[in-house]
């Protein structure tokens, strides 16, 4: 029954259901009854309610945000599969071997997540969990999460979504089977979360604890 709560997904990937809107279709149910409240309320003649509920579904659509990335060129990188702030690099918490690097989306970043590399999606695996809050490291173990498992060439890379506190319907868009661009979007999840990276062993990292990445831009680690 949680589970249901959680996820949400398609057999199409955001890249072949979109066109382009700089908006994502997962804020539009927040964003039209604001609207549609600011309009009955502007003919009533509350216009300063109205104006709030306006200011409030422009803070919607700025948090649903969906901008177009241009990955880089470079042979073998890995790319941040969302916006954010690196706030673990280490062992991963499953007993993968790799360096894991998590990243933690505030409420201000774009939270559309994105494919580190060019590939096939081998597995898709939710489970149930708790909300503690994204940017402490026991978010990954007990939280609410989608472990993605993507077959880049010879390399297995693991992306992992984990609800946060706020963050209380993970998104997943791909489908086991699937091919995706480096870059292409992959899911999202929906106010305040955090992402985790498994790069491949013998991958170093790019990246710094503190560091604020973009998703589908940033290179985490190139595979020589």
């Given amino acids: 029954m949680v589970y249901k709560k959680l996820q949400e997904s398609s057999p199409l990937t955001a ?7 700089p908006v994502a279709s997962e804020g539009w149910p927040f964003i039209v009854p604001l609207l549609g409240g600011a309009f009955l309320l502007w003919i009533t003649g509350i216009t300063l309610g109205s104006l709030f509920l306006v200011l409030l579904a422009a803070a919607v659509g700025f948090f649903f945000r969906d901008p177009e990335r241009c990955p880089p060129a470079e042979v073998g ?3 941040a599969p969302a916006d954010g702030r690196v706030v673990r690099i280490g062992p991963s918490i499953d007993g993968r071997r790799g360096t894991e690097v998590s990243i933690f989306l505030s409420l201000f970043d774009v939270h559309i997540n994105r494919a580190p ?7 898709v695996l939710p489970s149930a969990g708790t909300f503690r809050v994204a ?6 173990r007990r939280n609410a999460q ?5 077959k880049g060439g010879p390399r297995d890379i693991f992306v992992r979504q984990v609800a946060g506190i706020l963050a209380r319907q ?10 995706v661009r480096a870059g292409e979007r992959i899911g999202m999840i929906r106010f305040g979360s955090r992402v985790d990276l498994l790069l491949p062993e013998g991958v170093r990292p790019r990246v710094q604890i503190g560091d604020q990445v973009r998703g589908g831009e940033s290179v985490m680690g190139v595979v020589s």
């Fill in 170 to 179: 993970i998104v997943t868009w791909v489908r086991p089977g699937q091919e």
């Fill in 77 to 79: 990188a890995i790319l």
């Fill in 15 to 21: 890249d072949r259901r979109r066109k382009k809107f």
């Fill in 146 to 150: 989608t472990l993605i498992h993507l």
């Fill in 135 to 140: 940017w402490k490291e026991e978010a990954s």
């Fill in 117 to 123: 590399c060019a590939g096939r999606i081998e597995e």
